[in-house]
């Protein structure tokens, strides 16, 4: 009964802090913040101009004294004030619809692999944005418990998260992560791609927001009965002037093609260091897709093609992660054993 009181005046939340967006998960509300991980900073100033989706609008179109940024980087802290300016913000919001007085308990996602000083600085910008008491569970043991793999039992399951600035690659069994690969091959890699081979083929420049656009609007890793096809425009860099060229998914296949085999390599090898018992369950059951990347369309039947195991597309991808914080946030107790807290001397409890 108290810990029920506790939460409902506390308003607990959990939060899917991504590279490319942030979720947060509210309790006995769900999921009420789905914005960009970015932030608009007055470089005059050092005051924080926008956050969150008006940030994003800024990418590109800001004037020189005013500059939007992302705050992690791969997954982790890269501006440490930043990233408690922008969890204070999702704080704040979560507690004005929750309408309590406390101060709550958050549950943080976080790529696999990073170290403790990396996750050190989560802790503490949780903290210094208002949060009592932070947990830390790893992303894709939230995701698989975000879509109700059954984790917790003696059964291999495996779990793809391919976010925006990681893609994590994790079996798991008994409430534990057996084996696992943090790859910094992602969403913006993919986009980085599209942008480099928009300049060497077509001499034209464009930059990251329309690279992402063309990459969801005509993104394909398998050949239809039609090609997708889309206009692209940016600055010429013979002539310097604005230019518009026609690309199709052909050409974002081959964009992108080898950081698609470099995710498959490395899903390769989690496989092959993987314990028999488990990998045999992996084989029946299949892994599960999960995070914006495993929205490119045919990428499931490319993994399943190249690795002989069967690769499914969970219903909702991109919540995958935050609804699984939210689960954490239902039972902590039952679920300590995912959860990664630290001690007096930052080391894993």
Do not use: W
């Amino acid at each position: 009964m108290f810990e029920r009181m506790r939460k409902l005046f506390s308003g607990d939340i959990g939060i899917d802090l991504g590279t490319a967006s942030t979720l947060v998960y509210l309790y006995e509300h769900g999921i009420i913040i789905n914005e960009p991980s970015v932030v608009a900073l007055n470089k005059k100033t050092g005051r924080v101009v926008a956050m969150g989706a008006d940030a994003k609008k800024m990418i590109g179109r800001t004037p020189g004294h005013i500059t939007a940024i992302r705050p992690l980087v791969d997954g982790v802290v890269s501006n440490f004030e930043v990233t408690e300016e922008m969890l204070a913000y999702f704080i704040n919001k979560a507690q004005k619809i929750s309408r309590k007085f406390g101060r709550p308990r958050v549950v943080v996602g976080v790529p696999s692999g990073i170290t403790n000083v990396e996750m050190r600085a989560v802790v503490d910008a949780t903290k210094n944005a208002g949060a009592r008491e932070v947990y830390i569970v790893e992303e894709p043991m939230a995701g698989a418990l975000g879509i109700k793999l059954p984790v917790m039992n003696p059964l291999g399951s495996m779990v793809i998260d391919i976010g925006g600035g990681t893609t994590d690659i994790a079996v798991m069994s008994l409430g534990g992560i057996v084996n696992s690969k943090n790859l910094r091959v992602a969403g913006d890699k993919f986009n980085q791609d599209i942008i480099s081979y928009i300049r060497d083929e077509f001499k034209i420049l464009i930059g990251e927001r329309t690279a992402e656009d063309i990459k969801i609007a005509i993104g394909a890793l398998a050949e239809g009965d039609e090609p997708l096809e889309a206009p692209i425009r940016g600055r010429d860099l013979v002539t310097g002037l604005p230019r518009e060229v026609m690309i199709t998914d052909a050409d974002i296949r081959e964009a992108i093609g080898a950081s698609i085999n470099s995710l498959v390599d490395a899903t390769k090898e989690v496989l092959e260091t993987t314990p028999p018992e488990v990998l045999s369950d992996v084989m029946k059951r299949g892994a599960i897709l999960i995070g914006g990347g495993a929205l490119i369309k045919g990428l499931d039947s490319l993994i399943s093609d190249m690795l002989k195991i069967p690769v499914y597309i969970d219903a909702e991808p991109l919540t995958a992660v935050v609804r699984g914080t939210g689960i954490i946030l239902e039972d902590l107790n039952k679920y300590k054993e995912v959860l990664v807290n630290y001690d007096d001397d930052d080391a894993p409890r």
